[in-house]
């Protein structure tokens, strides 16, 4: 910027900025190689918080997608104790009613019951326990990927009893194959065991190993037989936007009865919420750290600048500039600094954001070719960003925050300094 | 002109406190500047000039004694009185010129105009104040592409901009050679006479002596003479002196 064009001439007075703002933009230039190192530490500062907070707010999206998308939904409605008990033997009241106030309520795009069970599974002298998934065929594949790819055989029919999909390493296991009848035994209601034959009609697989060892979907109505417990265990719901949940929760819980309670992903799976958890208090940590360098360096430099202009400021003052003033014009020079680190910040932090958020970062080799299934959740290995118009306000808002802030006490320093001592110092 | 007391001094001391050591820059100073005069305050380094410049400046504030300045007593005041008294009726010009470097001559003198809450006709007004102390062509210059000379005048307007009662003006062509000193006395001459501005210097300069009407000379932060004479010719020539 060009500080004679800023005031040269006298023109249009309503078009110039008033000579205290030219003072602090022009006072920028006078020192213009540490003016653009301090914008250069602003900008790449800013840059690596937009990178890191567009790469985590995308990882926890993805996470959250997994989650929801692994058949623990965006949220349940479950009985009330649940929550407390955790227990499998529980069932809502009047099921199909709720499914059906669920499905009516606005932000609900999909919702499938759940019946589970443990049970123990024999082909022949080969066993395996698993828990066994009582589910709603024609629902329960648009909410859950674990079972959309069928390679062998297909998913379960609505209404077709007494058949069962597993997932292919379960079935490996088993030494099975599809059409093959398995033998099924678990714990009745009234502690009596009962048992069925069902027969292999789709074998699943997900990728990974760990999770197609786990998956046994039946129909629901398979489980309330084998069980004794008629009813769906819970009502799994996604919903269109992640964001609202909290709202649809209090919306849902205020039309449910008491006997009811709505939970969240974060509840069902707390290990996976306290992962997403502990990855944004780093994020904010490191963010936080990256901030506090910038602060120190503007500071720093702010403050070399003021010690500098001692004699400037001790003038200032015995012309009449207040000290409210001072700070206004140190304020003024970090909010130009800000601005112009937060534009840089923009032009380096949006590329490397856009480039994760649309390419990704495999983390295939990291893990060495194994599987990123972590409790009951498929992950996809290929982790991509957020990105959006909000990376530019955020750009500004950090590296404003940072410069205002590192301005106050440079601000504070200048305004205290004695005009007469200053002056008789420099004599 | 009128014969108004801008500034009355009794028994002003004023004491530095450098570690273990106190040293005694001003013992018990009376005087009195009216309206009107152009005074020199002469004295050998260390009497205590530019200390007394400072204090009547509202910059510090005297250790003893009652300082009146403009029917303000400086010593009760508060900092933003202070700041406030100095921006609307005092002005101060300093012996190394002092403009901001990176404003030119006419933002120079729209600062002071601007800190008194003028607005848009600051900049026609900082330009009609250079023009009429024939700075006119150095508006758009900053200071380093003026001379010595052509600086201190402009450090004049800007100190004369606010329309001041009294002009401060601490050794002030210490750093001129005779020519720039000469047209830069003549300019405060002139500002003395037509709008009756109040000069005090403080001086080495034999040349500024020569042009005040007043001479208080200060020896150990004592006032040794206060003598009243009729200023010389432009030229420097001195002139007959009454002692008081």
Redesign the interface.
Same mark, same amino acid.
């Given at each position: 910027m060009d500080?004679?064009s800023l005031?040269?001439?006298?023109g249009n007075?309503?078009m110039?900025p008033?000579?205290?703002t030219?003072?602090a933009i022009?006072?920028l230039? *006078?020192h213009l190689r540490r003016t653009i190192l301090a914008i250069l530490g602003i900008g790449l500062g800013s840059a690596v918080c937009l990178f890191m907070i567009a790469f985590v707010r995308g990882e926890g999206k993805m996470m959250l997608k997994a989650a929801a998308e692994s058949g623990a939904g965006h949220l349940r409605v479950v009985p009330a104790q649940w929550p407390k008990t955790r227990e499998n033997d529980l069932r809502l009241g009047d099921w199909e009613k709720i499914r059906d106030l669920m499905r009516d309520t606005e932000g609900v795009t999909a919702v499938t019951p759940h019946a589970r069970t443990e049970g123990l599974l024999a082909f022949g002298t080969r066993v395996a326990g698993v828990e066994i998934l009582g589910v709603d065929p024609v629902t329960e594949q648009k909410t859950n990927r674990l079972v959309r790819n069928i390679p062998e055989g297909h998913y379960l029919r609505a209404g077709a009893l007494g058949t069962t999909v597993i997932g292919r390493a379960l079935a490996e296991r088993l030494d099975v194959e599809i059409d093959d009848l398995l033998m099924i035994t678990v714990a009745k209601a009234d502690g009596e065991m009962s048992g069925a034959m069902l027969r292999i009609v789709g074998l699943a697989q997900t990728g990974s190993e760990e999770l197609d060892s786990g998956i046994c979907h039946v129909n629901l109505e398979d489980v309330e037989s084998l069980t004794g417990r008629a009813g769906a265990a819970d009502l799994t719901a996604m919903v269109a936007n992640p964001k609202r949940l909290g709202h649809l929760v209090r919306n849902l819980g205020e039309k449910l009865s008491d006997d009811c309670a709505v939970v969240t992903w974060e509840e069902i799976m707390p290990e996976l919420a306290s992962g997403v958890k502990v990855d944004e208090t780093w994020t904010r940590l490191t963010v936080g750290i990256v901030m506090i360098v910038i602060f120190l360096g503007i500071m720093s430099a702010q403050l070399a600048a003021v010690l500098e202009r001692r *004699?400037?400021f001790a003038?200032?003052?015995?012309?009449?500039? *207040?000290?409210g003033?001072l700070i206004r014009v140190m304020l003024a020079e970090g909010i130009v600094l800000g601005l112009f680190g937060s534009v840089l910040g923009l032009v380096l932090g949006l590329p490397a954001a856009y480039y994760v958020a649309t390419k990704g970062i495999d983390f295939t080799k990291m893990y060495g070719g194994a599987d990123l299934a972590v409790s009951n959740v498929l992950f996809d290995p290929v982790f991509k960003g957020d990105f959006g118009w909000w990376l530019i306000p955020l750009a500004f808002e950090l590296a404003l925050t940072a410069t205002i802030l590192s301005s106050l006490y440079p601000a504070w320093f200048a305004m205290r300094t004695d005009?007469?001592t200053a002056?008789?110092a420099?004599? | 002109m009128t014969n108004e007391t801008l500034v009355k001094a009794e028994d002003v001391t004023k004491v530095y406190n450098t570690g273990k050591i106190e040293v005694h820059a001003l013992t018990g100073v009376t005087l009195e500047v009216h309206q009107g005069d152009l005074m020199a305050i002469v004295g050998p380094s260390g009497s205590g000039k530019t200390t007394f410049l400072n204090l009547v400046g509202a910059l510090d504030i005297a250790t003893g004694g009652q300082l009146t300045v403009l029917g303000n007593d400086v010593s009760t005041m508060s900092k933003r009185r202070r700041a406030d008294l100095r921006l609307h009726a005092l002005g101060f010009v300093f012996q190394a010129y002092n403009l901001v470097p990176v404003l030119t001559a006419r933002e120079n003198v729209e600062f002071v105009l601007e800190l008194q809450g003028i607005g848009g006709e600051r900049a026609w007004r900082a330009t009609e104040i250079l023009d009429q102390l024939g700075l006119g062509e150095f508006a758009d210059r900053r200071p380093n592409e003026m001379s010595g000379g052509q600086q201190q005048r402009v450090a004049v307007a800007r100190a004369v901009a606010s329309k001041p009662q009294l002009v401060l003006a601490d050794e002030p062509t210490a750093n001129l050679d005779g020519e720039n000193a000469e047209i830069l006395l003549s300019m405060m001459r002139r500002l003395n006479r037509e709008q009756n501005i109040t000069f005090i210097f403080s001086t080495h300069d034999p040349r500024v002596v020569a042009h005040a009407r007043r001479v208080v000379t200060l020896v150990d932060g004592r006032v040794a003479k206060d003598q009243t004479k009729t200023p010389g010719p432009l030229s420097g020539a001195p002139a007959e002196s009454e002692e008081k």
């Open positions: 500080c004679g005031g040269a001439g006298g007075a309503r110039r008033s000579i205290s030219r003072y022009c006072s230039r *006078r *004699r400037e003038v200032l003052s015995a012309v009449g500039m *207040r000290g003033r005009p007469a002056l008789r420099e004599q | -």
